[in-house]
């Protein structure tokens, strides 16, 4: 088992000796890579007040695999790399949780797997982490590898998503009015240089595993990409009250047009109205004249040029009665009464008379009865 010589400090804050500064904090004096702001985080210094902005400690990729250089710096060569890689994954999930307020599920897997690979080289070896060559710590290296790689991708396209809502939720109106009309164009140019750096990287993903430098180098593609996106994001984060005065400016603009709009168009209606009115009687009276006339005159010349022909006289149908020879009219065949046969030795009623056979009598009121003469 190891001394604590030997130890492996996963994190700057445990890099100290007695006697003597924070060797975190004298290697970023001597660099000057981080403010010292930073460099008092970084060593373990009390975290500033609510009123005060917390900085920022990674803006750039070569500003945290140096962070990432420095932990692993004094720990055994067989687990440099797998120190440098749990540096990365453990800044990167931290922003990714405080970010997205969620747990990356996968990445958390990859932890539990380089554990259980960490402990089995522990179990196997007697407690000797730093024996060279075992299997288990290979593959430990592989998992926390994995949880960068896993996490870094998570963060870029979490990244690409939230400018693109950004774009779309300001509108290119307002972000046109953002510097001069340039921020628009400069994030569109930045966004599309982060998506070319993924692109590259993962292309080259399929080179993991060849070589320990060619691994490191894959990774940094991946974190190149992140961070540009991440520039875009930042840029949006800083000039949000710009924004906001510049949407509301715009609002502001777009209901004057609006109502100016609206304004000229009653008034050009207005304008127009009197002159349609007068441009239909005009017409009416220009066509409408004309076509009655004419149309008289055409009635005029047909009815002179083709007459209607007169209907001939039609002269009523009338029979004489022998009895009284006086012209009748011939009453239709419904209503004549054909009287009964009167016995031998009756008399024949006068032509005048009212007839009382049994037939009239049958008759009911308000129908019309007729004798034969």
């Not at 440099?80 to 453990?90: G, N």
């Not at 039609?314 to 022998?322: A, E, H």
Request: aromatic letters at 6%; proline letters at 8%; glycine letters at 6%.
């Amino acid at each position: 088992m190891t001394d604590d010589n030997n130890a492996a400090p996963l994190s700057p804050e445990s890099a100290e000796k007695p006697g003597q500064a924070p060797v975190v904090s004298q290697e970023l004096e001597n660099t000057g890579s981080e403010t010292s702001a930073d460099a008092a985080a970084l060593a373990g210094a009390a975290v500033p007040g609510l009123d005060q902005p917390v900085p920022d400690l990674f803006r750039t990729r070569e500003a945290l695999c140096e962070a990432a250089d420095r932990a692993a710096t004094g720990v055994a060569e067989p687990l440099q790399q797998s120190v440098f890689l749990y540096y990365l994954a453990r800044y990167l999930v931290s922003v990714y949780e405080a970010r997205y307020t969620e747990l990356p599920i996968q990445v958390w897997n990859e932890y539990r797997n380089a554990l259980d690979h960490f402990m089995r080289h522990v179990s196997a070896t007697g407690c000797d982490v730093a024996t060279d060559g075992s299997h288990h710590l290979r593959r430990m290296e592989g998992h926390v590898q994995r949880a960068v790689l896993d996490v870094t991708k998570m963060l870029c396209v979490q990244c690409h998503d939230a400018i693109n809502q950004d774009v779309e939720h300001w509108g290119p109106e307002v972000l046109d009015l953002i510097d001069g009309g340039n921020f628009r164009s400069e994030v569109r140019q930045v966004q599309q240089e982060a998506i070319g750096l993924l692109e590259h990287a993962k292309t080259n993903d399929a080179q993991l595993g060849q070589y320990t430098w060619l691994n490191r180098e894959v990774i940094e593609r991946y974190l190149d990409a992140f961070y540009t996106f991440d520039r875009v994001l930042r840029a949006f984060t800083e000039k949000h009250l710009t924004l906001a005065n510049a949407k509301r400016q715009w609002e502001t603009l777009a209901a004057r047009n609006n109502q100016l709009r609206e304004q000229a168009i009653a008034a050009a209606q207005a304008e127009i109205r009197p002159v349609a009115i007068r441009r239909a009687v005009y017409v009416g009276l220009v066509t409408g004249v004309p076509m009655a006339l004419l149309g008289a005159v055409v009635g005029w010349w047909l009815s002179y040029r083709y007459p209607a022909p007169i209907p001939p006289l039609t002269t009523p149908v009338v029979t004489t009665s022998p009895a009284t020879a006086n012209p009748i009219s011939t009453p239709p065949l419904a209503s004549v009464v054909v009287p009964e046969t009167t016995a031998p030795g009756s008399t024949i009623p006068a032509p005048d008379a009212t007839p009382t056979s049994s037939a009239t009598a049958q008759k009911g009121p308000g129908q019309a009865t007729s004798t034969h003469p």
